[in-house]
C-alpha cells in the first residue's frame, strides 16, 4: 500500500465545474504540498501547508491532520487548469517528500 | 528572478555510457533536491543537500547514482553505466531552507529527460 494516495487517478469536467482531488497518507507529517504538473512537464508548487485551510485565487486547499487527508478544490474550473495534481508529504523527521501518483485533470470547454 | 534551470533538456545515450545532469538552483537557496520521475510512475526522491551538511543520498537507486553540489550552488547528478530502467525525467528543485521547516516551498526545475537505448 503507498503511503501516499489519491483520488481519482483521472478526472474529467467540464468548464465551469467544481473539482475536488482527494490525497491520503497514512504517516505522521509536518506539512504537505500540492503541486501542478503540465502536459509539458514543468512542475509548480502550489500550497504547502500543515494545517487548516490555504486559499489562492480559484484553488482552495484543506488538510485534517487527525484524519491524515487533504483536498485541492478548484472553483469555475477552466481548460487551463488541465495538469497532473500531485500531493506530497514531508514525514517527520526526515527531509524525504513521499508523492503520490497524481490526479490527471482535463477540463474541456 | 530566474528559476530553477537544468541541462540538458534531453538526453539520449546507450546503455552503460556515463551521463551527467545539471541542475542551477534560486541564487540564495540553501537546499536542493533532485527527484526522479518514470514513465507513468510518481516523483521519487533521490537525494537532498541542505547548506554544508553531508547530503541525505538515501534514496539513490544504486551506486551506479552519485551526486555533488559545488560551492553551495550548482549540483551535478552522475549515473554510471546506465540502464533502460534509468529512463526518465530528472527533476532538480531548490528551497530558502530545506527539510523539517514547513516554511519554505520547493521550485522546480524543467527536468532533463533521459533515454537510455
Known amino acids: 500500500k503507498n503511503e501516499v494516495e489519491q483520488s481519482p487517478q483521472n478526472l474529467t469536467a467540464q468548464e465551469g465545474e467544481f473539482i475536488t482531488i482527494n490525497c491520503s497518507y497514512s504517516v505522521g507529517i509536518s506539512a504537505l504540498h500540492w503541486l501542478q504538473q503540465h502536459p509539458g512537464g514543468g512542475i509548480v508548487s502550489l500550497f504547502m501547508?500543515?494545517?487548516g485551510k490555504k486559499k489562492h485565487g480559484r484553488l482552495i486547499a484543506t488538510i485534517n491532520i487527525q484524519e491524515k487527508h487533504s483536498s485541492l478544490h478548484i472553483t469555475a474550473s477552466h481548460p487551463r487548469d488541465s495538469a497532473v495534481y500531485i500531493c506530497a508529504v514531508l514525514p517527520y523527521n526526515t527531509d524525504k517528500l513521499i508523492f503520490g501518483t497524481g490526479t490527471r485533470l482535463q477540463v474541456f470547454p | 528572478g530566474a528559476g530553477v534551470s537544468q541541462s540538458p533538456s534531453n538526453k539520449v545515450t546507450e546503455k552503460g555510457k556515463d551521463v551527467e545532469l545539471r541542475c542551477d538552483p534560486i541564487s540564495g537557496h540553501t537546499a536542493l533536491y533532485w527527484y526522479r520521475q518514470s514513465l507513468g510512475q510518481g516523483l521519487e526522491f533521490l537525494i537532498y543537500?541542505?547548506?554544508?551538511?553531508?547530503?541525505?543520498k538515501s534514496g539513490l537507486p544504486s551506486d551506479r547514482f552519485s551526486a555533488e553540489r559545488t560551492g553551495g550552488s550548482v549540483s551535478t547528478l552522475t549515473i554510471q553505466r546506465t540502464q533502460q530502467e534509468d529512463s526518465a525525467v530528472y527533476l532538480c528543485?531548490?528551497?530558502?531552507?530545506?527539510?523539517?521547516?514547513?516554511?519554505?516551498?520547493?521550485?522546480f526545475g524543467p527536468g532533463t529527460r533521459l533515454t537510455v537505448t
Open positions: 501547508l500543515s494545517s
Open positions: 528543485a531548490s528551497s530558502p531552507q530545506g527539510g523539517t521547516s514547513v516554511l519554505y516551498e520547493q521550485y
Open positions: 543537500f541542505q547548506g554544508n551538511s553531508a547530503p541525505d
